[in-house]
């Protein structure tokens, strides 16, 4: 079993990939490697062997995935892939629920996932309180049952000329298994050192034929469920209940509740770690010989339900004449609906679906592959355990946020044949195709009382008696219809393909695309070339230059939502409320808002219609052969991305602002008090360099069995090449204000590690096998918004082991560890001193809750 391999360039379009005729594995002892094995995902119309590759490619087996002893797609490939990264934590919202992914150090939604070769559609939810892929709506990979997977290959190549949007940063092309009998059932359960964070996973998939000509029906089922988990360190708040104040004499004393004595101070902390969640996925692959032609079709449906702490609150704490208070004053845990505080949980219900069918089938000596996927991905935000208090002690305490949905249909026609010009001393492979694909998304508004301000005033008696609570859900905010809406757009493509051996050792490949988009996105125009040279036996050069782009998503576009805050306003003379005047005592609310893209508000602040990330990519490697069973490849890389999509900073705007202008007139009717707002603007152009290494060595130990070893290395370095100015209105009514600050920049460039190296060993013999794998995560740093806020994270080694015995010929049994020394980023995050939350910071690649261990049992059927 190997940790990592490169594999041929995916230059076969959405559509053109299947998973039949495959080879089968070698085994560990036959002494042949993957490199050897014949790949599906190919330059088309040829078929490849990984070692021939002309790009790189990181290929993982299905058997790979299952020994990782991780649950979830994201943290296999987290563990596995170098160029793969995913942040522990990350930010609130949904951004826990779909981890925002970078590749090459790239957003995730600036790289395609395929499934069989047909685009994955993307998740409903995006990742708007990310740090690390903000505004992101990248492919929830979890969603797809891993028990279905055959095999996954990660192009580390730009590949928009044969693929279309997002094939920026690369290609994760996942091939479903094909068999046509047997099936196996696994068990997976585990949990962290502490004894939190318990896991439990059961997979479960069966093969038969299907017809008499060679078909096959393959079905897959996945559950699993992971508990919540929590590295925060106890509230150090030195009053947790509102203290007793008595003076006498002119001297005052304060005593505290007796609670606070007895009170759970790592209740409040809830929110520093992974959530709850419960996935149920399934899945299917079939294809049927008829006459002529071979009928296929795959797909996958997926239910997710998840619970994650986004926000904790202490009781209702009041200031007292004469006393610092030992925590932030809190008014919105009202004592007759939670007296001692509350944790507020953020609830996701998905129910995710993708199916494609097709037909293959040849005509005047072309093989062609006409085929149409659809998919959709219906998300359900809710709130519990949380309150409006400015609806008094009869707030509901569960509330319907949101409802995201994504729809996506995507037609291909992909064709290819072989013509041997006499002009050229081998045959020439010509391919083209045709894509259509629709997509559309809508979030629709949550229940009123999510985001409604209603007029409670707190009652004698109670800390802050008659004032007002603060406006909205405590956490987050539901959706108001203001902010709610659908779009869709249509996008077309063509495309060209060709490649040849010039010589019998030298390859060249050429493939351009046009594709044009609606809804004022435009049209594109995609080339990459390719080549491969084998100058001796085993040794051998490659290269490639391409162009590529990625068009907004929709969510993007659509995408606005209202934060509402409040304040009462201060006394005669100080009666002044975001530089306006006010009646002292006047409760008076403002929003923060992420404002629609093109809506007026966001306009008449500068934003322009989104446009496509542009992108030119340039590779170049060397691979080597200079033993039996070793292979050493090295890929050098550049990325330039002009316009890239991202969210400004916060532009606070106060009534003085607003009015100093009259183009920002509609904004002050709209918003009497001011605004904080963001929209998604094409701000910043980058340039990513990087190196990937690869080596992996196999032989046998004779009477001892069999060793692989491998190493692979990754570094990349992204800099900010140009920043858009910020708009002239912002800068007129605020010289301070900054389209794009120094904490984005920093989240941008070092937010994630620029280094990873992953070593490993895999042995055999007779019934036992043991995987070994360490890995350095590099530095990385999370940025404050000054620099006296910043903190770099120093590298750590993670080690892996899993040990496996073949109990009887169907019968395995495994034990395991993820991080078996239990190593944590340093304790240098900034720490909420009340809730007990950031020792560990929130970017760390291989999360904050140390080591787990975990015990497998797969039967074969």
Same mark, same amino acid.
């Not at 007292?320 to 609906?337: F, H, I, K, M, Q």
């Not at 505080?341 to 000596?365: M, W, Y």
């Not at 080596?695 to 692989?708: I, V």
């Given at each position: 079993?190997?940790?990592?391999?490169?594999?041929?360039?995916?230059?076969?379009?959405?559509?053109?990939?299947?998973?039949?005729?495959?080879?089968?594995?070698?085994?560990?002892?036959?002494?042949?490697?993957?490199?050897?094995?014949?790949?599906?995902?190919?330059?088309?119309?040829?078929?490849?062997?990984?070692?021939?590759?002309?790009?790189?490619?990181?290929?993982?087996?299905?058997?790979?995935?299952?020994?990782?002893?991780?649950?979830?797609?994201?943290?296999?490939?987290?563990?596995?892939?170098?160029?793969?990264?995913?942040?522990?934590?990350?930010?609130?919202?949904?951004?826990?629920?779909?981890?925002?992914?970078?590749?090459?150090?790239?957003?995730?939604?600036?790289?395609?996932?395929?499934?069989?070769?047909?685009?994955?559609?993307?998740?409903?939810?995006?990742?708007?309180?990310?740090?690390?892929?903000?505004?992101?709506?990248?492919?929830?990979?979890?969603?797809?049952?891993?028990?279905?997977?055959?095999?996954?290959?990660?192009?580390?190549?730009?590949?928009?000329?044969?693929?279309?949007?997002?094939?920026?940063?690369?290609?994760?092309?996942?091939?479903?298994?094909?068999?046509?009998?047997?099936?196996?059932?696994?068990?997976?359960?585990?949990?962290?050192?502490?004894?939190?964070?318990?896991?439990?996973?059961?997979?479960?998939?069966?093969?038969?034929?299907?017809?008499?000509?060679?078909?096959?029906?393959?079905?897959?089922?996945?559950?699993?469920?992971?508990?919540?988990?929590?590295?925060?360190?106890?509230?150090?708040?030195?009053?947790?209940?509102? @203290?007793?104040?008595?003076? /006498?004499? %002119? !001297? =005052?004393?304060?005593? $505290?509740?007796? #609670?606070?004595?007895?009170?759970?101070? &790592?209740?409040?902390?809830?929110?520093?770690?992974?959530?709850?969640?419960?996935?149920?996925?399934?899945?299917?692959?079939?294809?049927?010989?008829?006459?002529?032609?071979?009928?296929?079709?795959?797909?996958?449906?997926?239910?997710?339900?998840?619970?994650?702490?986004?926000?904790?609150?202490? @009781?209702?704490?009041?200031? /007292?004449? %004469? !006393? =610092?208070?030992?925590? $932030?004053?809190? #008014?919105?845990?009202?004592?007759?609906? &939670?007296?001692?505080?509350?944790?507020?949980?953020?609830?996701?219900?998905?129910?995710?679906?993708?199916?494609?069918?097709?037909?293959?089938?040849?005509?005047?000596?072309?093989?062609?592959?006409?085929?149409?996927?659809?998919?959709?991905?219906?998300?359900?935000?809710?709130?519990?355990?949380?309150?409006?208090?400015?609806?008094?002690?009869?707030?509901?305490?569960?509330?319907?946020?949101?409802?995201?949905?994504?729809?996506?249909?995507?037609?291909?026609?992909?064709?290819?044949?072989?013509?041997?010009?006499?002009?050229?001393?081998?045959?020439?492979?010509?391919?083209?195709?045709?894509?259509?694909?629709?997509?559309?998304?809508?979030?629709?508004?949550?229940?009123?009382?999510?985001?409604?301000?209603?007029?409670?005033?707190?009652?004698?008696?109670?800390?802050?008696?008659?004032?007002?609570?603060?406006?909205?859900?405590?956490?987050?905010?539901?959706?108001?219809?203001?902010?709610?809406?659908?779009?869709?757009?249509?996008?077309?493509?063509?495309?060209?393909?060709?490649?040849?051996?010039?010589?019998?050792?030298?390859?060249?490949?050429?493939?351009?695309?046009?594709?044009?988009?609606?809804?004022?996105?435009?049209?594109?125009?995609?080339?990459?070339?390719?080549?491969?040279?084998?100058?001796?036996?085993?040794?051998?050069?490659?290269?490639?230059?391409?162009?590529?782009?990625?068009?907004?998503?929709?969510?993007?576009?659509?995408?606005?939502?209202?934060?509402?805050?409040?304040?009462?306003?201060?006394?005669?003379?100080?009666?002044?409320?975001?530089?306006?005047?006010?009646?002292?005592?006047?409760?008076?609310?403002?929003?923060?808002?992420?404002?629609?893209?093109?809506?007026?508000?966001?306009?008449?602040?500068?934003?322009?219609?989104?446009?496509?990330?542009?992108?030119?990519?340039?590779?170049?490697?060397?691979?080597?052969?200079?033993?039996?069973?070793?292979?050493?490849?090295?890929?050098?890389?550049?990325?330039?991305?002009?316009?890239?999509?991202?969210?400004?900073?916060?532009?606070?705007?106060?009534?003085?602002?607003?009015?100093?202008?009259?183009?920002?007139?509609?904004?002050?009717?709209?918003?009497?008090?001011?605004?904080?707002?963001?929209?998604?603007?094409?701000?910043?152009?980058?340039?990513?360099?990087?190196?990937?290494?690869?080596?992996?060595?196999?032989?046998?130990?004779?009477?001892?069995?069999?060793?692989?070893?491998?190493?692979?290395?990754?570094?990349?370095?992204?800099?900010?090449?140009?920043?858009?100015?910020?708009?002239?209105?912002?800068?007129?009514?605020?010289?301070?204000?900054?389209?794009?600050?120094?904490?984005?920049?920093?989240?941008?460039?070092?937010?994630?590690?620029?280094?990873?190296?992953?070593?490993?060993?895999?042995?055999?013999?007779?019934?036992?096998?043991?995987?070994?794998?360490?890995?350095?995560?590099?530095?990385?740093?999370?940025?404050?918004?000054?620099?006296?806020?910043?903190?770099?994270?120093?590298?750590?080694?993670?080690?892996?082991?899993?040990?496996?015995?073949?109990?009887?010929?169907?019968?395995?049994?495994?034990?395991?560890?993820?991080?078996?020394?239990?190593?944590?980023?340093?304790?240098?995050?900034?720490?909420?001193?009340?809730?007990?939350?950031?020792?560990?910071?929130?970017?760390?690649?291989?999360?904050?809750?140390?080591?787990?261990?975990?015990?497998?049992?797969?039967?074969?059927?």
């Amino acid at each position: 079993m190997t940790l990592l391999t490169c594999a041929s360039v995916l230059a076969l379009s959405s559509g053109a990939v299947h998973a039949a005729e495959t080879t089968p594995a070698p085994t560990a002892d036959e002494g042949v490697t993957a490199l050897d094995s014949v790949i599906v995902t190919g330059v088309r119309g040829v078929r490849r062997t990984v070692a021939d590759s002309p790009a790189p490619v990181d290929v993982i087996s299905g058997e790979q995935l299952l020994a990782t002893g991780k649950v979830g797609l994201k943290e296999v490939l987290n563990t596995l892939i170098p160029s793969f990264n995913l942040p522990g934590v990350n930010g609130g919202g949904t951004s826990w629920t779909v981890r925002a992914i970078t590749l090459r150090g790239l957003n995730g939604d600036q790289a395609l996932f395929l499934v069989n070769g047909k685009r994955r559609h993307g998740t409903a939810l995006i990742n708007n309180l990310a740090r690390v892929g903000r505004g992101g709506a990248p492919v929830d990979l979890d969603l797809i049952p891993a028990s279905a997977i055959e095999r996954i290959e990660v192009l580390r190549d730009g590949a928009s000329a044969q693929y279309g949007s997002d094939a920026i940063a690369g290609v994760v092309n996942i091939i479903l298994k094909d068999d046509s009998e047997g099936g196996s059932f696994s068990y997976t359960g585990g949990q962290n050192y502490l004894g939190d964070g318990d896991t439990r996973a059961a997979t479960l998939n069966w093969g038969r034929p299907l017809g008499e000509n060679g078909g096959f029906l393959s079905l897959a089922l996945n559950w699993k469920n992971n508990e919540a988990a929590s590295r925060a360190v106890p509230s150090r708040a030195q009053y947790i209940y509102q @203290p007793t104040v008595t003076s /006498v004499g %002119g !001297v =005052t004393t304060v005593t $505290p509740d007796p #609670r606070d004595a007895t009170a759970d101070r &790592y209740f409040w902390g809830q929110s520093y770690g992974p959530g709850e969640e419960d996935i149920l996925a399934a899945s299917y692959n079939a294809e049927l010989p008829w006459r002529d032609l071979k009928l296929y079709s795959s797909g996958t449906l997926s239910h997710r339900s998840s619970r994650k702490v986004t926000g904790s609150f202490l @009781p209702n704490l009041a200031p /007292v004449a %004469g !006393v =610092t208070a030992g925590r $932030p004053l809190n #008014r919105n845990s009202l004592p007759e609906v &939670y007296p001692n505080g509350f944790n507020a949980q953020r609830r996701i219900f998905e129910l995710d679906f993708q199916t494609s069918f097709g037909a293959r089938g040849e005509k005047a000596g072309w093989a062609w592959d006409l085929s149409t996927t659809l998919a959709q991905d219906h998300a359900q935000l809710d709130g519990q355990n949380t309150l409006n208090a400015t609806l008094g002690p009869s707030s509901p305490t569960y509330f319907h946020l949101s409802t995201h949905e994504f729809r996506q249909w995507t037609n291909n026609l992909d064709v290819t044949r072989e013509v041997t010009p006499g002009w050229l001393p081998h045959p020439l492979q010509v391919s083209w195709g045709l894509e259509h694909r629709y997509e559309r998304f809508l979030i629709e508004a949550g229940d009123a009382a999510s985001y409604v301000v209603g007029d409670y005033a707190i009652p004698a008696g109670q800390p802050f008696a008659g004032l007002r609570p603060n406006p909205g859900l405590a956490s987050y905010a539901g959706t108001a219809p203001e902010d709610a809406g659908s779009t869709h757009r249509h996008s077309g493509a063509a495309y060209v393909d060709v490649g040849t051996n010039v010589t019998d050792g030298w390859y060249v490949g050429l493939a351009g695309r046009y594709e044009k988009y609606g809804k004022g996105v435009g049209d594109t125009f995609s080339g990459k070339l390719t080549t491969r040279w084998e100058f001796l036996p085993g040794y051998a050069v490659r290269a490639t230059v391409s162009n590529g782009f990625r068009a907004p998503s929709l969510g993007q576009v659509l995408f606005a939502t209202s934060t509402i805050n409040g304040s009462l306003c201060p006394a005669a003379p100080n009666n002044i409320f975001r530089g306006a005047p006010c009646a002292a005592g006047e409760y008076l609310t403002f929003p923060t808002k992420v404002l629609r893209t093109d809506s007026a508000e966001a306009k008449a602040l500068g934003a322009e219609t989104l446009k496509p990330e542009t992108s030119t990519n340039y590779s170049f490697g060397v691979t080597a052969e200079p033993l039996a069973g070793l292979r050493l490849t090295l890929d050098a890389y550049e990325i330039q991305i002009d316009d890239r999509i991202v969210d400004t900073s916060n532009l606070d705007l106060s009534v003085a602002q607003l009015s100093s202008r009259a183009d920002l007139a509609p904004l002050l009717v709209r918003f009497p008090q001011g605004l904080t707002a963001t929209y998604y603007t094409n701000a910043v152009s980058t340039r990513t360099t990087g190196l990937d290494f690869v080596g992996e060595y196999g032989f046998s130990l004779g009477e001892f069995g069999r060793l692989n070893l491998n190493a692979a290395y990754t570094f990349n370095k992204t800099k900010v090449t140009k920043l858009k100015a910020t708009p002239a209105v912002l800068t007129a009514v605020n010289p301070n204000l900054v389209l794009f600050d120094r904490q984005k920049i920093a989240d941008l460039t070092i937010g994630t590690p620029r280094e990873k190296i992953i070593v490993g060993a895999q042995w055999s013999l007779g019934d036992w096998s043991a995987s070994l794998r360490n890995t350095r995560y590099g530095r990385y740093t999370e940025a404050g918004t000054s620099a006296s806020l910043d903190r770099t994270f120093s590298p750590k080694w993670v080690t892996d082991l899993d040990i496996a015995w073949q109990v009887r010929p169907s019968t395995n049994v495994a034990i395991g560890a993820n991080n078996l020394f239990d190593k944590h980023p340093d304790k240098i995050g900034i720490v909420n001193a009340d809730l007990g939350t950031g020792q560990f910071g929130i970017f760390s690649p291989f999360g904050i809750t140390g080591g787990y261990y975990y015990a497998r049992l797969t039967q074969q059927f």
